[in-house]
């Protein structure tokens, strides 16, 4: 599955130590993260990671061409809710893309977590699955 991942500047060690404790499940799937981030993870867990544009030169936008292209499978976005007006201008967009091409998506570390669980079970096998059938048709 491809998985993107999107962390703002004040929740980045935190998505880094969560990639840090779920490294042997994320390891079996293509991630991409905007450019801070992917070096961050990278550098605490030597995963391979496509490295975007950061979030504020368009690596946000990367990402939403990606759900809408059907090239992500699932989004793990931890934003600064306590800045509403990059909230409003970056996040819902992409939560938004998320929504209109049923891509599930975490926006804090507790749907992080249950997210990535579930992949590890097979729980969303079903994205890939749709694809299929989208060929087929």
């Known amino acids: 599955m491809n998985i993107a991942i999107i962390a703002n500047d004040k929740k980045k060690e935190l998505i880094t130590e969560f990639c840090m404790a779920y ?31 950061s979030g504020f030169h368009g ?49 804090n570390i507790a749907t992080a977590e249950a997210l990535i669980l579930a992949l590890d079970r097979g729980d969303l096998n079903w994205r890939t699955i749709d694809k299929d059938a989208a060929l087929d048709d």
């Not at 390891?27 to 544009?53: D, F, N, P, Q, V």
């Not at 809408?68 to 938004?96: F, H």
């Open 23 to 53: 490294c042997g499940v994320l390891s079996h799937h293509r991630l991409c993260a905007t450019a801070t981030t992917a070096k961050y993870i990278a550098e605490a867990t030597g995963l391979t990671i496509e490295k975007l544009l």
């Open 59 to 107: 690596g946000s936008n990367q990402i939403a061409s990606k759900i809408a292209y059907g090239e992500v499978d699932l989004l793990i976005l931890l934003c600064d809710t306590g800045n509403p007006q990059e909230y409003l201008e970056t996040e819902v967009p992409l939560i938004r893309e998320c929504d209109i091409h049923n891509v599930p998506a975490a926006t």
